[in-house]
């Protein structure tokens, strides 16, 4: 029952009125196994034992807020990293958190940059134990196993990994994958909930995903539904500005179009593969073949401006 009750099962279990509120367990039960897609028996048999025993996030599996998502004034939001996970060193955990969440930026118009560890944040990173970082008994740590992080929804920011668990970089089973975690987690903080889709990074339970597939179909069109799609991620440009620029043509979003990070467009040419040769060469923005409307395009990250003339 405290499993039921910790993860969102029971809507009496926070009632001031418990006989006027009252849920029957087996119903519970079966709302539960229907989240894991376990048999809908409404009985405690071992598999769902197994999956209430699995390493999972500590957030409940159904919440009563309909929308969270940020509504920044700037295009770039910032994270701090307070304290990491002693199995891994510093450098490498600040990398690991950037990479995940570029993993979500690659598919929304926001970006994320590492502030100082005491600076003001956006996203507050902590690693803590048991009853920890200010958190009250619902979000309580309970040792190794269990509960593993829980983030806060926006606009909040706060993410917290359970300092107990064995946190590994490698993506196997000898321990638990951190940046698997920071992504479901950063998924909460910007806005997404828990689905039932095994495949999902924002399935409640801990799996380990391939790398390669991180978000799934579900998880891109989820976070794109609360931000919109980067500039290119539908496939063309959307007709923003294309123009020249040291002898090729390229397109940008906005004025600051020259900085890492930034969204490039470029087209493909016919019979050409590899990254040799598929940016067009002009002497002027009139010798742009897709004129200023970019057409139908693929996107390379800003930094591959710096590489192009190399390629």
Not at 280 to 295: M, V
Request: some cysteine; hydrophobic content about 30%.
């Amino acid at each position: 029952m405290k499993y039921l009750n910790k993860f969102g099962y029971n809507p009496c279990a926070n009632s001031s009125n418990n006989v006027a509120c009252s849920v029957d367990y087996r119903s519970m039960l079966r709302d539960f196994q229907k989240q894991y897609g376990l048999k809908m028996s409404g009985i405690l048999d071992e598999l769902t034992k197994n999956e209430m025993n699995r390493p999972r996030c500590g957030l409940p599996d159904t919440t009563p807020v309909a929308l969270h998502r940020w509504m920044p004034s700037h295009s770039t939001l910032t994270w701090s990293l307070r304290s990491y996970p002693r199995q891994i060193q510093q450098g490498r955990t600040r990398a690991i958190i950037q990479e995940a969440f570029d993993t979500w930026a690659s598919h929304i118009p926001l970006r994320f940059k590492e502030t100082c560890s005491t600076c003001p944040a956006d996203f507050k990173i902590e690693v803590g134990s048991r009853r920890h970082n200010g958190c009250g008994d619902q979000y309580s740590f309970d040792g190794q196993g269990g509960v593993l992080a829980h983030a806060y929804y926006p606009q909040d920011g706060r993410i917290h990994f359970d300092a107990d668990e064995f946190w590994i970089d490698a993506f196997d089973n000898s321990g638990v994958n951190f940046y698997l975690v920071a992504v479901h987690e950063i998924g909460h903080a910007l806005g997404l909930d828990h689905n039932n889709d095994r495949g999902s990074i924002m399935f409640p339970a801990y799996n380990l995903h391939p790398r390669s597939n991180m978000l799934p179909n579900r998880d891109r069109e989820s976070i794109k539904a609360l931000y919109g799609s980067v500039n290119g991620d539908n496939g063309d440009c959307d007709g923003r500005r294309c123009g020249c620029y040291n002898g090729y043509c390229w397109a940008y979003v906005d004025a600051a179009h020259t900085n890492r990070g930034d969204w490039w467009c470029y087209t493909q040419k016919a019979g050409v593969s590899g990254k040799q040769g598929i940016w067009q060469t002009c002497s002027s923005d009139s010798g742009c073949s897709w004129d200023r409307t970019c057409g139908s395009c693929n996107q390379y990250k800003g930094f591959e401006e710096e590489k192009r003339g190399v390629c």
